[in-house]
């Protein structure tokens, strides 16, 4: 059976949520002007490097390179604060 899982999204949020398909959808607020607010250009970057396969390649060897460093399964307690 299909889980739903609802999240509330404000109007600044950004969402990026990758399909087991290898699909992603996007929700990105529309914001002029040059002072870009992080969590949007972290959103961006995130895009940007999933449409990149020499980008994604850097991140899952950096990525990695860390589970083996920490001799930890890979999982998101690599993440510090990071809220699922």
């Keep these: 059976m299909k ?3 609802k999240i509330k999204i404000e109007s600044a949020d ?3 949520v ?3 398909d290898g699909t992603y959808e996007t929700s990105l607020p529309e914001i ?3 002072d870009l607010p992080e969590h949007l250009l972290t959103a961006a970057a995130v895009v940007h490097a ?3 396969p020499e980008m994604m390649d850097a991140l899952f060897e950096n990525f990695h390179r ?3 460093a920490l001799k930890e399964p890979k ?3 690599l993440f510090p604060g ?3």
């Design 18 to 20: 990758l399909h087991p």
């Design 32 to 34: 002029a002007g040059d």
């Design 3 to 5: 889980q739903v899982r």
């Design 14 to 16: 950004a969402l990026v």
């Design 75 to 77: 999982t998101l307690s």
């Design 82 to 84: 990071l809220k699922t």
């Design 66 to 68: 860390q589970c083996q």
């Design 50 to 52: 999933l449409q990149n």
